[in-house]
């Protein structure tokens, strides 16, 4: 079984219609009750966990065709929040219908472990890409990462920074340096969106593992 045929027994779980959210809104606290698994159809979501002082401790950002909260199926209530970056749609698959297919379909068991594994996967190169290098390579591997078709969506300021692990100041002072180096543009057709150069963003980002980049 592959992660496309795994991803296609949770769907088949889904509840209609998606979820269709704005920016900077927080996933699982509206006004629909239970828990879900979340795929993102599409936009960008950051998973957060938020300290006593009330720093932001990012521990990753999910991209169109990932999962959030599969982890739930098997340790629930951890205390992480996800929040919307862009505007972004979620099919909803509520882990109570999970459980209760578990235990008469070992297809949907299989499938479980497949994606938990990709999620690994997945989670250690998001630190190795995010967690490890210059400020300037991880912006610029954040870049990449999240891209498609040389068009990518920026966060805020203050999220950015919270993203790669650096100051509002810096990811501002980055930002600025690569627009004038011509490395990113605005985007006239998208216009929450910039265009990267992406050649060059690829040799300021060094070492970069993503299967999946465009």
């Not at 889904?14 to 993102?40: F, K, T």
Request: a neutral charge; glycine letters at 6%.
């Amino acid at each position: 079984m592959n992660n496309e045929d795994a991803l296609k027994h949770l769907e088949k779980l889904a509840e209609n219609p998606a979820l269709d959210m704005g920016a900077n809104a927080a996933i699982g606290h509206h006004e629909e009750e239970g828990e879900y698994i979340y795929r993102i159809l599409s936009g960008l979501v950051m998973q957060c966990h938020y300290a006593e002082d009330g720093e932001r401790q990012v521990c990753r950002v999910f991209r169109p065709g990932d999962l959030i909260g599969l982890e739930t199926v098997v340790e629930p209530g951890l205390s992480l929040i996800s929040e919307t970056l862009t505007p972004t749609v979620l099919m909803r698959i509520p882990v109570a219908r999970i459980r209760m297919a578990q235990a008469t379909n070992p297809e949907l068991q299989q499938a479980i472990l497949r994606l938990l594994a990709r999620e690994v996967v997945d989670g250690y190169n998001w630190k190795v890409n995010l967690g490890t290098g210059s400020a300037m390579r991880r912006i610029c591997r954040f870049l990449l990462w999240s891209a498609k078709d040389d068009h990518c969506p920026l966060p805020t300021r203050d999220k950015l920074g919270s993203i790669i692990a650096t100051t509002t100041e810096t990811a501002s002072r980055m930002i600025a340096d690569l627009r004038r180096q011509g490395v990113l543009r605005k985007s006239r057709s998208r216009p929450s969106t910039v265009v990267i150069d992406r050649d060059r963003v690829r040799q300021k980002a060094g070492d970069f593992w993503d299967h999946r980049a465009a």
